[in-house]
């Protein structure tokens, strides 16, 4: 059974930083783009970035371009997301999400629980 | 900031046939796959639609997804209770290299 289990969100202050992981198991990781996705509260989805399945091509959503960082581990079958100067606005569920192929251009098909990321004083 | 643009809601009786417009442009549904996404509430999205109209395992034939130009959408046929969801069309963006999602629609059983 494919899965995914993120970790590492948590409270922090308005211009603090955190670090995202999630741990795919079930499938072959290496092989596949990934993504972190985002649902502020009583909103709907947004994609916040993707990378490419060596980790060579990295994506960004213009909402947190030069303040998030995403990257990943193949070895460890670990996805990261590295989150600094955050604002109000960045507190959501983050979900980690599989890609369909190998292809960043492609969709997602399995989704992660998610982690949540509170930014507040 | 959603690029693709559904309607806010959408409602049937059991046994219906409801179904969700995705409008887009060029750039997303126009040139790339779309999918589908179903959220009940509290949970994680789940695929329901890939590549346009293809149904993942275990994702009941009452679902069913088509594209035309830039606009996609997903039809439920036999509508059932458990049907009750926030439903989401998503494509890659060309012009803006990321994904997109749609607003989302909520269904409700009458």
């Known amino acids: 059974e494919v899965q995914l289990l993120e970790s590492g969100g948590g409270l922090v202050q308005p211009g603090g930083s955190l670090r995202l992981s999630c741990v795919g198991s079930?499938?072959?990781?290496?092989?596949?783009?990934m993504s972190w996705v985002r649902q502020a509260p009583g909103k709907g989805l947004e994609w916040v970035s993707g990378i490419s399945v060596s980790g060579g091509n990295t994506y960004y959503a213009d909402s947190v371009k030069g303040r998030f960082t995403v990257s990943r581990d193949n070895s460890k079958n670990t996805l990261f997301l590295q989150l600094n100067s955050l604002r109000a606005e960045d507190t959501a569920v983050y979900h980690c999400?599989?890609?369909?192929?190998?292809?960043?251009?492609?969709?997602?098909?399995?989704w992660g629980q998610g982690t949540t990321v509170t930014v507040s004083s | 900031q959603s690029v693709l643009t559904q309607p806010p809601s959408a409602s049937g009786t059991p046994g219906q046939r409801v179904t969700i417009s995705c409008s887009g442009s060029s750039s997303n549904i126009g040139s790339n796959f779309v999918y589908w996404y179903q959220q009940l509430p509290g949970t994680a999205p789940k695929l329901l639609i890939y590549?346009?109209?293809q149904r993942p395992s275990g994702v009941p034939d009452r679902f069913s997804g088509s594209k035309s130009g830039t606009s996609a959408s997903l039809a439920i046929s036999g509508l059932r209770s458990e049907d009750e969801a926030d439903y989401y069309c998503?494509?890659?963006?060309?012009?803006?290299?990321?994904?997109?999602f749609g607003t989302g629609t909520k269904v409700t059983v009458l």
């Open positions: 079930g499938f072959t990781f290496s092989t596949y783009a």
């Open positions: 999400a599989k890609g369909d192929s190998s292809s960043i251009y492609y969709g997602m098909d399995v």
């Open positions: 590549r346009n109209n």
């Open positions: 998503a494509a890659w963006d060309d012009t803006l290299s990321g994904y997109v």
